[in-house]
């Protein structure tokens, strides 16, 4: 079973920045490709950024220009970067395979944009 750990999130102010780390199970950031999604509760989880196969990157509109998603796949690691956060980027983040996910998750790590 592909395990994927999530960390880095917290509490940041708006216009702030974090950086989410994503540790996968050796081999399935290299072989797979890689997304975050995010996840309101009572809401769906949205795919917010990811690569699509041969390696370029793609992100919802909500947060184009503002997050950005990379590898380390030596690290088997994803990363995302967060700037210039805004209130309604407060949401639970999960790493996992994009577009279709594996069918397990992380725990995922709570992100709160809130002065």
């Known amino acids: 079973q592909v395990q994927l750990n999530e960390s880095g999130g917290g509490l940041v102010q708006p216009g702030g920045s974090l950086r989410l780390s994503c540790a996968a199970s050796r081999g399935v950031v290299s072989l797979f490709p890689m997304g975050w999604f995010r996840q309101v509760p009572g809401k769906q989880r949205d795919l917010v950024a990811f690569?699509?196969?041969?390696?370029?990157?793609n992100y919802a509109d909500s947060v184009k220009g503002r997050f950005t998603i990379s590898t380390d796949s030596g690290k088997n690691t994803v990363y995302l970067q967060m700037n210039n956060l805004k209130p309604e980027d407060t949401a639970v983040y999960y790493c996992?395979?994009?577009?279709?996910?594996?069918?397990?998750w992380g725990q995922g790590t709570q992100v709160t944009v809130s002065s």
């Open positions: 690569f699509r196969n041969g390696g370029s990157t």
């Open positions: 996992n395979k994009a577009p279709t996910p594996f069918n397990s």
